[in-house]
């Protein structure tokens, strides 16, 4: 199969529901690594035919991605393992019932990775998406974002391919727990922030109610859209939130791969924040009194 890329305009990084384009007007050198990494379940019965069109030749990923068709027959643990675990809750969660099975039964994967190093433009996101959406095929049964930890279906990969500029709900996701370790309230957090070489973003002590949770993850979003466009949050750094006149400053951590938080990646949380006073009278009070403990 060959793949090529459709270049398009896009609107410029502004309120949370607007577009960014592919360029990173914030970009600086940091060195840091953008990591991705796709499954794609079905059956191939061609093998992987992944081939690159002249259209992507300057494109990053030329060289850096690394196409792999493994079998059931030849790797079952590793294909179960991706649908197990929080993969399986996310597909059971993001999938209907008979496909999920489908999934599961698939006779092969393709895996699709690929590293680049510290990328000025989000290019080669969008020429990952035409590639993933080149790799569909009537006996393909759905897609895994790994870094993402998110599912879809032939058709939306197909659609996000084509839309004009950078979505997060095409790239990230979020999600919330109840964990002890942050206690009060609940910790939502991004999942698939190293595809942008950036740390995930989390914001913890969140008063556990719908409302609340819908203002964290807005504020989440937005703050994805700035790393998106290539910010590299610093330690007790002071930034304004986009499309809004609110500002807010993080705390960063180090790559925590092997620890209890399960990033894969550095984090940095979101805090001082006052957009949280929207999502409830003791959202604030909940995170001053927990920044109190911790600064303590």
């Not at 597909?91 to 190093?117: C, K």
């Not at 897609?143 to 391919?161: C, G, I, N, R, S």
């Not at 964990?179 to 969140?206: C, F, M, N, T, W």
């Amino acid at each position: 199969m060959s793949t090529h890329s459709k270049w398009a305009e896009a609107a410029p990084l502004g309120m949370v529901p607007t577009p960014v384009a592919w360029d990173r007007g914030s970009w600086r050198a940091t060195g840091a690594v953008a990591r991705l990494m796709s499954v794609v379940f079905g059956a191939f019965p061609e093998g992987a035919n992944l081939r690159i069109d002249r259209t992507l030749k300057d494109s990053p990923l030329t060289a850096a991605l690394h196409p792999r068709l493994i079998t059931r027959a030849q790797h079952g643990a590793v294909i179960d393992h991706w649908t197990r675990g929080a993969f399986g809750k996310a597909l059971d969660d993001g999938l209907d019932a008979a496909r999920a099975e489908s999934v599961r039964h698939a006779e092969a994967a393709l895996v699709l990775q690929a590293e680049v190093a510290d990328p000025r433009d989000l290019g080669y996101l969008r020429d990952f998406a035409q590639i993933l959406a080149r790799a569909q095929s009537a006996e393909v049964v759905a897609t895994l974002d790994v870094y993402a930890v998110k599912w879809a279906t032939p058709d939306a990969v197909q659609e996000a391919a084509t839309h004009p500029g950078f979505r997060v709900r095409d790239h990230l996701s979020t999600t919330a727990a109840n964990d002890p370790q942050y206690a009060p309230g609940l910790r939502l957090h991004s999942r698939g922030a190293i595809k942008l070489g950036r740390p995930e973003l989390e914001v913890r002590h969140i008063r556990p109610d719908a409302r609340a949770l819908r203002g964290a993850a807005m504020i989440v979003e937005g703050v994805l859209k700035l790393l998106a466009d290539g910010l590299e949050p610093t330690d007790g750094g002071n930034y304004v939130l986009p499309g809004f006149t609110e500002h807010f400053s993080v705390v960063t951590s180090p790559d925590d791969s092997q620890g209890a938080q399960h990033f894969m990646n550095r984090s940095a949380e979101i805090r001082d924040c006052t957009l949280t006073s929207k999502v409830g009278p003791d959202a604030s009070a909940l995170l001053a009194e927990a920044e109190g403990r911790v600064r303590a």
